[in-house]
């Protein structure tokens, strides 16, 4: 599934393409996506103002309105020159005046289109989502103060999109770890310390993933334009009973929140009220 890096490498290989010019018209081959895909006649003739994101949403803004699209499970976007002819699964395309073309692809339907009246920060779909990891708002205070009445896992507390955005399980699971905080403790029992620790390692798995991203931003343009999930080391996602890079320990599985959760059972002790075990 793409994720916020994912999509932040998509929003920086499209960019150049869109910004500047002018939507001629929006093709819509599929309207069945997750929801009905249904956006106003008046963007054809608009110019293209911005492309932002917002969580792991691509906001399109133009002169009348915005273009918000979502990925969901399985979605890419290519550029792709007019004359290209459409491969299975490709739901939409905007075509650009004088340009090449924007090519929505996506198997299994689950990304979405909608159209956002200015100021977009306020579409329904926008307007609630938790804070940027990536922003300056983002920080270990903000994680204590918002965690200080909130009994759940320390794991599902940073994957809540209320309280942070575009934080998966891969990255949720390796920041801890990165952290040395286990994944189960209650989210108001950790301290202000481990907090900011837990923040700098989410901005900094986050960041990496995303350079790693932009070596694979040629995949955009082209005929096989399809680009992968980025090739990360992993120190726990995924790794069960094998044994940690760290101190060789057998990573142990535990189900949180209904979502598998791989930590190190020496290396993440920490909650911060204590000094960490190892
Ligand atoms: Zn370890």
């Given at each position: 599934m793409p994720e916020l890096p994912e999509v932040e490498t998509t929003r920086r290989g499209i960019e150049p393409f869109l910004t500047g010019h002018t939507i001629q018209r929006v093709h819509v081959r599929n309207h069945?996506?997750?929801w009905p895909v249904s956006l106003p006649e008046h963007l054809s003739g608009s110019p293209v103002l911005s492309v932002s994101r917002r969580a792991k949403?691509?906001?399109?803004?133009t002169q009348a309105g915005a273009l918000v699209v979502h990925l969901g499970m399985s979605g890419s976007l290519r550029v792709v020159s007019p004359d290209e002819k459409p491969r299975?699964?490709?739901?939409v395309d905007i075509e650009l005046q004088n340009g090449p073309?924007?090519?929505?692809?996506?198997?299994?339907?689950?990304?979405?289109?909608?159209?956002?009246?200015?100021?977009?920060?306020?579409?329904?779909?926008l307007k609630n989502l938790?804070?940027?990891?990536?922003?300056?708002?983002?920080?270990?205070?903000?994680?204590?103060?918002?965690?200080?009445?909130?009994?759940?896992a320390v794991k599902n507390f940073i994957m809540d999109g209320k309280v942070v955005v575009g934080v998966g399980n891969i990255y949720a699971a390796e920041s801890l770890f990165r952290a040395g905080i286990r994944p189960g403790i209650a989210a108001h029992r950790v301290s202000r310390l481990a907090y900011q620790l837990l923040?700098?390692?989410?901005?900094?798995?986050?960041?990496?993933?995303?350079?790693?991203?932009?070596?694979?931003?040629?995949?955009f343009v082209g005929s096989d334009g399809q680009p992968g999930y980025f090739k990360q080391s992993l120190n726990v996602y995924g790794r069960q009973d094998e044994a940690c890079r760290v101190c060789n320990t057998t990573l142990k599985l535990q189900?949180?929140?209904?979502?598998?959760?791989?930590?190190?059972?020496?290396?993440?002790t920490f909650s911060g009220w204590k000094k960490p075990v190892c």
């Open positions: 069945r996506l997750r949403y691509l906001l399109i803004e299975p699964h490709d739901h073309w924007l090519r929505y692809n996506d198997p299994r339907r689950f990304g979405s289109f909608h159209f956002a009246e200015h100021p977009s920060a306020e579409h329904w779909l938790g804070v940027e990891p990536l922003d300056n708002e983002f920080s270990g205070d903000y994680l204590f103060e918002t965690s200080r009445n909130r009994r759940v923040a700098e390692a989410i901005r900094q798995i986050l960041a990496n993933a995303i350079n790693v991203g932009g070596t694979t931003l040629r995949d189900i949180l929140g209904q979502r598998s959760t791989v930590y190190c059972p020496s290396c993440q």
